[in-house]
């Protein structure tokens, strides 16, 4: 049987409400048996989509894709399998809210969510908006061993998957190269040499950093790679996630993901 008060002690950078219910990071972690954890992020869109009080012109598809890329993104690197998506739109069901959850559909069926049993939610059909809101939550299940928030060791590299890139500064599309893809971030979760992996979000790339560290209890240190990149810009929608790695082989990494990486530091000892 699972060590949860150890687990509990791991995770240094964690909130601990009671027995069974964590907050780390931007994850709600609650106990469901001796050896499983349910894994819970939401994130929010507002004002972003093609309604015309938007400030952000965006297609309902496109909006509904990032929307539905943050949390799944979270739960995902967590090391949590997704299981549920709960999508509540601030806007009509028919035409413009089919169109958000078709962006999302699409976006879900790449990790395997294909059925509509992993869907529920709610639309605004009492009113008439001028404005797109958009609120996601995913649920997803892991065991207590493949959980991987607080994972990193000392002497472990930090690398960065992907650039930092957010609305309205950036032109941000579904197919940008640039951008970290679901499956790449499939495939860095289950390399055995990456331990504990980060979406960045609108704090950009050094915030991150340091929640990655802050959660094993260590420190971040960047080093020249960083300057490459633009570490305090929103990664908005998850365009881009930062990872503590155990490998020396970069080839061994850009086998499986062919968004840029960029080594921009180590771990160490408090």
């Known amino acids: 049987m699972p060590d949860w008060n150890e687990f509990y002690r791991r995770l240094k950078g964690g909130q601990r409400v009671n027995s069974y219910l964590t907050r780390c990071r931007d994850l709600t972690c609650l106990r469901a048996d001796d050896a499983h954890m349910l894994v819970i992020a939401a994130d929010s869109v507002g004002g972003i989509g093609s309604k015309p009080l938007d400030a952000v012109q965006a297609p309902p598809e496109v909006v509904g894709h990032f929307a539905l890329r943050v949390p799944l993104m979270e739960v995902m690197a967590a090391g949590a399998t997704p299981f549920l998506i709960v999508d509540n739109l601030s806007v009509e069901a028919g035409g413009y809210g089919e169109a958000i959850l078709?962006?999302?559909?699409?976006?879900?069926?790449?990790?395997?969510?294909?059925?509509?049993?992993h869907f529920n939610g709610s639309t605004e059909d009492n009113v008439m908006t001028l404005q797109t809101g958009v609120g996601v939550t995913v649920v997803g299940l892991v065991s207590h061993a493949d959980f991987r928030v607080g994972s990193s060791k000392p002497?472990?590299?930090?690398?960065?998957?992907?650039?930092?890139?957010?609305?309205?500064?950036h032109r941000v599309t579904v197919d940008d190269p640039d951008i970290l893809e679901l499956r790449q971030l499939l495939a860095l979760r289950r390399h055995s040499q990456v331990a504990d992996i980060v979406p960045v979000g609108s704090r950009g790339i050094r915030y991150e950093t340091a929640q990655l560290a802050n959660a094993a209890g260590l420190l971040p240190r960047l080093d020249g790679g960083a300057l490459d990149l633009a570490l305090d810009v929103s990664g908005g929608p998850g365009t881009c996630v930062v990872f503590s790695w155990r490998g020396s082989d970069l080839a061994q990494l850009t086998e499986y993901v062919t968004a840029p990486l960029t080594p921009i530091g180590w771990l160490e000892s408090e």
């Open 102 to 117: 078709a962006g999302m559909k699409r976006l879900a069926e790449t990790v395997g969510l294909e059925d509509s049993i």
């Open 155 to 169: 002497g472990d590299r930090l690398m960065a998957a992907g650039y930092p890139k957010s609305a309205p500064q």
